[in-house]
C-alpha cells in the first residue's frame, strides 16, 4: 500500500529535550516536505527537500533540522524544543515533476512541549 | 500577510444541497491550484486539483471553479453528504515551487 508513515503519533516532551520524528515514503517520490498545522494558520512549510542531500527551508523553519541521506526518510528534528513548537506535524511527499505534484500526507504527529 | 486566505473557517449544509467552500489568494504568479480534504486523526488527502489554463474542473461531485482574474477558486460538492463533513484547504503554487495553504475551512453537512 503506497503510504506515507510518521512516528511516533503523539509525543509530550520538555523544553530542551532533543527529539526527532520519522518519516518515511513507500512511493519513490524525490520531494518531501515538513508541514506544522496551528489553528486559524493552515498548513505552514517547516523544510522541504527535492532529492537526497538537497534540503531547503521553507516558511518556519526557526527551531528545526532534517536530513535527506536516503531518497525514502526525511526526519524532522528539534535540536532544542520549546512551548511554541507544540503543533500538529505533518510529513508529505510527491514526485517533482509538472502534473504529478499532489502531495500525499501522512497521518501526522501531536507534539507538546512543556 | 496571507497568500492563501478562507475567509469562512466554517461552513453547515443540509445534506443533499450544495456546498461551496472559497479560495482567494494575492500571488498572480501562482499557476497551480489544489484542494484537500482533512478528517480529524488524519493526514489531508488529496480531493481535486486546477491549472491556471483552466476555469473549471469536475471529479465526480467535486467542482473546481477559477476565476483568474478576481483571484478567487470555489469548490462546489453537489449533492453534500455526511461523509463530506471535515476540513477542506486550498493550497496554490507558483511555476513548481512550493504550495502555500490556506488556514482551511471546516464543513458540516448535517443529516
Known amino acids: 500500500e503506497a503510504q506515507v508513515t510518521q512516528n511516533p503519533r503523539y509525543l509530550i516532551t520538555v523544553t530542551g529535550k532533543k527529539l526527532t520524528v520519522t518519516c518515511s515514503q513507500n512511493m519513490n517520490h524525490e520531494y518531501m516536505s515538513w508541514y506544522r498545522q496551528d489553528p486559524g494558520l493552515g498548513l505552514r512549510q517547516i523544510y522541504y527537500?527535492?532529492?537526497?542531500?538537497?534540503?531547503d527551508k521553507g516558511d518556519v523553519p526557526e527551531g528545526y533540522k532534517v536530513s535527506r541521506k536516503e531518497k525514502r526518510n526525511f526526519p524532522l528534528i528539534l535540536e532544542s524544543p520549546s512551548p511554541n513548537q507544540t503543533s500538529l506535524y505533518f510529513c508529505?511527499?510527491?514526485?517533482?515533476?509538472?502534473?504529478?505534484?499532489?502531495?500525499?500526507f501522512g497521518p501526522g504527529t501531536r507534539l507538546t512541549v512543556l | 500577510d496571507q497568500q492563501v486566505k478562507q475567509n469562512s473557517p466554517s461552513l453547515r449544509v443540509q445534506e443533499g444541497r450544495i456546498s461551496i467552500l472559497n479560495c482567494d489568494y494575492t500571488?498572480?504568479?501562482?499557476?497551480?491550484f489544489l484542494w484537500y480534504k482533512k478528517y480529524p486523526a488524519e493526514g489531508p488527502t488529496f480531493l481535486i486539483s486546477?491549472?491556471?489554463?483552466?476555469d473549471k474542473n469536475e471529479d465526480g461531485r467535486f467542482t473546481v471553479f477559477l476565476n483568474k482574474s478576481a483571484k478567487h477558486l470555489s469548490l462546489h460538492i453537489v449533492p453534500s453528504q455526511p461523509g463530506d463533513s471535515a476540513v477542506y484547504f486550498c493550497a496554490a503554487s507558483a511555476y513548481g515551487q512550493n504550495f502555500v495553504f490556506g488556514p482551511g475551512t471546516r464543513l458540516s453537512v448535517l443529516p
Open positions: 527537500s527535492m532529492n537526497v542531500e538537497v534540503t
Open positions: 500571488n498572480s504568479m501562482f499557476d497551480y
Open positions: 508529505a511527499s510527491s514526485f517533482y515533476r509538472t502534473g504529478a505534484r499532489t502531495q500525499y
Open positions: 486546477i491549472s491556471s489554463i483552466k
